[in-house]
């Protein structure tokens, strides 16, 4: 999946604070899920992103599947 100038305009990117509260957890786990691979970020120069379209793609891979 290739990303194009005109894709990074639609799709903004959050600080992991913006996803923390937006998740309603700290800035640490974000942080951690980060550090661990698990939330897919892009580090630019000391700072994280998270493109909003990934943060949405990842947070449908978390949910359980349907027990019934």
Not at 7 to 17: R, V, Y
Not at 21 to 40: A, F
């Amino acid at each position: 999946m290739s990303t194009t100038p005109m894709d990074l305009q639609t799709q903004p990117f959050l600080t992991p604070k913006e996803v923390s509260d937006l998740l309603q957890v700290s800035v640490y786990t974000v942080r951690r899920w980060i550090k661990q691979g698990e939330l897919p970020a892009y580090k630019v120069g000391r700072l994280w992103r998270i493109n909003k379209g990934d943060l949405n793609q990842w947070l449908k891979q978390q949910r359980p599947l349907d027990q019934s």
